[in-house]
């Protein structure tokens, strides 16, 4: 029988977590490339037979299991991958906290082509769907409360307590506000009525402002850890992250633009056009970031400590003499 070859899992476990890392980051771009995949595909086989005029519109279409998983999972993993540095780590968190209400409260159906979803039952989705994230944005904020007093002793710099709170004081303020917000007014918070859908405008917009800062953020001048040692960034990504910054301002200004339908700014799709810019210019990011990282080397796991000799007693060394 042949042995089974050594695990490198058991040689060198810091090489397995940052593969996990990385596999994570790239799962997160295959994401979005399902989401454009399912839209692609209800172009060509759907009941409208033509693209929908905002990816939100697709929340009323057979493309809505799709747009609603992806996004949720995405902001999951936002949340959960940690950042080096705690500002871009807490606007990746606020990102991944705006991109579910994003995918749970669409606009309205007005738009829709063929869709398959009613409004009404829409009402119902967004009411359940919006319930849950808020409980569930509580649950998370306590659990996040408690992890802040543990690792408190451990905070040695003033300011790095400083943004751990603000960071945490922003999440409340998202949870609790869309609370009182969807409680107090749900028709401007879904869009009912003539209302616009402000739940949905303000998630989207402050989705792509947090991204936007964490893109800048990068192109800032920085320092990594290299084998140990903090060194300066490579002014090469910082130059890739500074023209992607560049790119989303000219983005969200068309987006002005085309909104308030200033000169000749008037196109039906202008809407899907913006979003999908602005999904792919971080996706952009997103994979520099991540081959950046895979450049950087990691430090071996220490080897494990000799076990101690055992003792030998009186009687033992006599023997032996």
Known sequence: MVADPPQTAL??????????YRYLRVGMVLLMVMLAVSILVDRVDGP??????????????????????????VGACLIIMRAERDVEDIFLNLAGMFAPLVAFVPIDRDGVTD??????????????????????????????????????????DTWIRVRRVLGLVVAGIIVFGTWYWYETDPDSFQGTGDKVAGGHFTAAISLFVCMGIVVLWNALPHHVWVGGERRPA?????????AIFVLMVVNGIVAVLFGFEIGP?????????????????????????????????????????????????????????
């Open 265 to 321: 700014f008037d196109w039906k799709y202008w809407l899907l056009a913006v979003e999908v810019a602005g999904i792919a210019l971080f996706v952009v990011f997103w994979l520099v970031q991540t081959v950046e990282i895979g450049r950087i080397p990691v430090a071996p796991a220490p080897a494990p400590a000799p076990a101690p000799a055992p003792a030998v007693s009186a009687g033992q060394r006599n023997d032996q003499v």
């Open 234 to 242: 490579s002014p090469v990504f910082r130059a890739i992250y500074a």
């Open 115 to 156: 869709g398959v979803l009613s409004s009404a039952s829409a009402a119902e989705f967004v009411d359940n769907n919006v319930t849950t994230l808020v409980i569930t944005g509580a649950i998370a904020l306590v659990l996040a409360l408690a992890v802040l007093v543990r690792s408190w002793p451990l905070l040695d």
């Open 48 to 73: 409208a037979g033509q693209f929908q005029t905002s990816i939100s519109d697709y929340y009323y279409t057979p493309v809505q299991s799709v747009l609603v998983g992806s996004l949720v999972a």
């Open 11 to 20: 040689a060198d476990p810091n090489v397995n977590r940052l593969k996990t």
